[in-house]
């Protein structure tokens, strides 16, 4: 079973940029559509991004479509979230999720997803 990592994030002033990595091991994220979620405090946790050999250019919750960026590292077994013009409503812990599209007809962000990382803060504040 793949293990997920995120890491980055941390403290952002509005109209600012901060990156997150999502990094696997124990399995070759190409093979997978990975998600990024976020919880918002006192929210339900709800994806925001995702991407998959299937969904090359990248899916978008329209709350950061336009702001944010998903993308992969094959070389390092990364996803990316570039997330720009960043808004204090962007506060929130932020979860990547992987999940193997083999035998499947899943598209994001219709995905299942099975793991999951730990989880990480990111907090949008001057």
């Known amino acids: 079973q793949v293990q997920l990592v995120e890491s980055g994030g941390g403290l952002g002033q509005p109209g600012g940029s901060l990156s997150l990595s999502c990094t696997a091991s124990g399995a070759t994220l190409e093979d997978y559509a990975i998600g990024w979620f976020r919880q918002a405090p006192g929210k339900e946790r709800e994806v925001i991004s995702c991407i998959s050999d299937r969904d090359k250019s990248g899916w978008y919750a329209h709350s950061v479509k336009g702001r944010f960026t998903i993308s992969g590292d094959n070389a390092k077994n990364t996803i990316l979230l570039q997330m720009n013009d960043l808004k204090p409503e962007d506060t929130g812990v932020y979860y990547c999720?992987?999940?193997?599209?083999?035998?499947?007809?899943?598209?994001?962000?219709?995905?299942?997803?099975?793991?999951w990382g730990q989880g990480i803060q990111v907090t949008v504040s001057s």
């Open positions: 999720a992987a999940e193997p599209l083999r035998g499947t007809v899943a598209r994001c962000p219709l995905v299942g997803f099975g793991s």
